[in-house]
């Protein structure tokens, strides 16, 4: 009886959460004020009369870059079957639906089946209210949709199905590259399966780009576009990227670079040799995405929820959920203003790398755990 009291108290509390984002989402849908939504409109209309999408007239398609290369276009261009606001509401429904999905395979994953339900209940509770959750459904952004891919990569190669695994894999990267790097832990593994699958999935998507759209968009987004990860980066609150961190400290480039890639190869080496496959996997793309691109926007920070949730689940003591919970604290903060405090205030404008950083530490330390 106490237990069912419990669920219908926490299903009442995420109904409360849900309605509340959904609320605030739906004046920045009635005002077509999703701004990466935008771009992506913007940008399969322009490739769909002939236009570059990655020079375009001189300057960027509306002055924001369109950061994804051209594969992307074969999972974006549906959006073009529906009337604007209605592909706007699509995206957001389709974003809500793979964080509940993350959570729900990642709960499936670590916890009894007694257990699923209210573990279930309380992380969607925290990561609806978690800030760059709430920065991605702002933005009309699509993070959410390959974090979703990354987890169902990791649930499926878990359950042996490795060709689907592959699968997912190479449709995340196709839409973002940096999924792609995890393809070292199933080389790793020796999950040959799924990385012929994973090659092949590429390869199609490749092809088909090239067919359906201009062959130039590759090279011109290769020229343009495709250097992300060696561009000089800018001081900015909302970029809690390593180098962006080192900027602040006003760290030359080609020392930011530096540190970028030794941390970020240190951080790929240790991750692949712990046990703990789960630990290794959602590890080794928290490192790729928060410490080696140039910029890593605060809505990249959706990322953490599985390892987050994973280290949830394998801590048993008080102060190992202590930490977990300031990790959270730092991570889903944000200031609402944050001009109001001066460039030169350093730890309050990297709070959230603060959080990321703390979280690195926390999973070595559980790597390093011969339990694992």
């Not at 605030?24 to 236009?51: E, M, P, R």
């Not at 398609?61 to 290369?69: A, E, Q, R, S, T």
Request: hydrophobic share 55%; proline share 3%; net charge positive.
């Amino acid at each position: 009886m106490k237990k069912k009291i419990i669920l219908w108290f926490l299903s009442l509390v995420f109904l409360l959460a849900l309605g509340q984002q959904l609320y605030k989402l739906y004046f920045l849908w009635q005002g077509d004020n999703f701004t990466d939504f935008k771009v992506y409109w913007d940008a399969i209309k322009a490739v769909s009369v002939g236009d570059n999408i990655y020079y375009f007239g001189g300057t960027y398609l509306n002055k924001i870059p369109f950061n994804y290369p051209p594969t992307s276009l074969l999972f974006l261009t549906f959006l073009l079957i529906f009337p604007k606001f209605l592909s706007a509401l699509i995206l957001l429904l389709i974003s809500l639906g793979c964080l509940l999905g993350t959570i729900y395979l990642m709960v499936k994953m670590l916890f009894k089946k007694a257990d699923r339900l209210a573990a279930f209940l309380i992380f969607s509770i925290l990561f609806i209210q978690f800030f760059p959750v709430k920065f991605t459904l702002t933005l009309g952004q699509i993070n959410l949709f390959i974090l979703f891919l990354i987890t169902a990569t990791y649930y499926f190669f878990q359950n042996k199905k490795e060709i689907l695994s592959g699968i997912f894999l190479g449709i995340a990267t196709l839409i973002k590259i940096f999924p792609g790097f995890l393809i070292v832990f199933f080389i790793k593994e020796k999950k040959w399966k799924s990385v012929i699958s994973f090659l092949v999935t590429l390869l199609c998507g490749l092809i088909l780009t090239v067919l359906i759209f201009k062959p130039a968009l590759i090279f011109s987004y290769l020229n343009n576009g495709g250097n992300l990860f060696f561009q000089g980066g800018v001081v900015s609150y909302f970029d809690q990227s390593l180098n962006s961190f080192l900027l602040r400290f006003n760290f030359p480039s080609i020392w930011r670079l530096l540190l970028r890639i030794i941390f970020t190869l240190f951080s790929l080496g240790f991750f692949l040799r712990v046990k703990d496959k789960a630990l290794s996997f959602f590890a080794l793309i928290f490192a790729v995405l928060i410490f080696f691109p140039s910029f890593a926007w605060f809505h990249h920070y959706v990322i953490l929820i599985p390892l987050m949730i994973i280290l949830w689940s394998c801590s048993k003591d008080i102060f190992s959920k202590i930490i977990l919970i300031l990790i959270y604290l730092l991570v889903s903060f944000h200031f609402r203003y944050p001009g109001i405090f001066p460039n030169q205030n350093l730890w309050l404008n990297s709070h959230p790398f603060f959080g990321a950083l703390l979280l690195w530490v926390f999973t070595v330390k559980r790597g390093l755990n011969k339990k694992n």
